[in-house]
């Protein structure tokens, strides 16, 4: 039985010593590698660094990772394989290290770099009299939707319609239309202007009469508008030019026609207005249209 125990501690004796190399050796690279790189205390500051994920058998008693691999293939020279990416995630594994992430886990590795993805413009459409000014705001943000700072190139596409400052503030020039552009490297927003020319404060009224039943236009009919009475042509209509903005009373007459009477708001530059009329009942009515 003492045979038995002796034989037994001599056995674990035994694997201790044959492992202990290997404890030390890990060790002892471990250290390196803090020291190299100042990760002592830190997230790399473990075996894992080296061996998790464990991919690949190198002949020891654990496997290693892309960075294990590399590390013992270079003979330990960390410093001779710091410009290479061993896990291929575009990292090389300085720059993983610096970051503290794991050289040798594709899974792990620096969050990318903030690049401008896009400029939104606002506002996005606008309309202007000539001589109107506007204000436009360039919102640049990275590839996650987040703002990022960047020089801004403004431009106008039609510069006889509306010319626009480096800080952004258009003039409207003419009537037309035009883009305004924010741009930055190759990255661009845009705007869309509509310029008009100013109201004048008047305006053309245009009457269209016709028949409610027929739908023929009636010509002739007298149509008294803005103390004003015109006749109707062969098209059925009739203008009047130079009508002050505001509230009118207008009467539209035609003999065996029912008269026509109302009122309407002028507020735009040009007005239609279209009215039906009505045949008297008289048997022996005929058309005059």
């Known amino acids: 039985m003492k045979n038995k125990i002796r034989i037994g501690l001599l056995m674990l004796i035994m694997l201790a010593l044959v492992g202990a190399p290997g404890a030390l050796a890990l060790s002892s690279i471990k250290s390196s590698f803090n020291t190299q790189y100042g990760t002592a205390g830190t997230s790399l500051d473990t075996c894992n660094t080296c061996h998790s994920p464990s991919l690949f058998d190198i002949g020891g008693s654990n496997p290693v990772n892309y960075y294990g691999r590399d590390l013992f293939n270079s003979g330990n020279n960390f410093v001779g ?13 300085l720059a993983e290290i610096n970051a503290r992430t794991f050289p040798g886990d594709p899974a792990s590795h620096p969050a990318p770099t903030p690049v401008l993805t896009t400029i939104s413009v606002s506002p996005a459409t606008v309309s202007l009299s000539i001589g109107g000014t506007q204000t436009f705001i360039a919102a640049p943000k990275d590839q996650f939707g987040n703002p990022i700072a960047a020089s801004i190139v403004w431009s106008s596409s039609n510069t006889s319609v509306g ?3 480096a800080s952004g503030v258009l003039t409207a020039v ?11 490297g190759s990255v661009k927003g845009t705007a869309a202007v509509t310029v008009t020319a100013p109201s004048t404060g008047k305006a053309t009224v245009k009457f269209v009469v016709t028949d409610s039943k027929t739908r023929r236009t009636i010509h002739e009919a007298k149509v008294s508008f803005g103390g004003k009475t015109k006749e109707t042509d062969d098209h059925g209509m009739v203008e009047f030019t130079d ?6 009373k207008y009467k539209v007459s035609k003999e065996r026609y029912q008269t026509i009477t109302n009122s309407i708001n002028v507020t735009g530059d040009t007005i239609t207005v279209y009215v039906k009329m009505l045949k008297t009942r008289s048997r022996d009515s005929q058309s005059h249209d």
């Open 81 to 93: 394989i710091q410009e290479t990416d061993s896990d291929g995630d575009g990292y090389t594994n």
């Open 163 to 165: 010319t626009v400052s």
């Open 174 to 184: 003419s009537a037309g239309t035009t883009t305004v552009t924010a741009t930055s």
């Open 243 to 248: 009508v002050v903005l505001g509230t009118y």
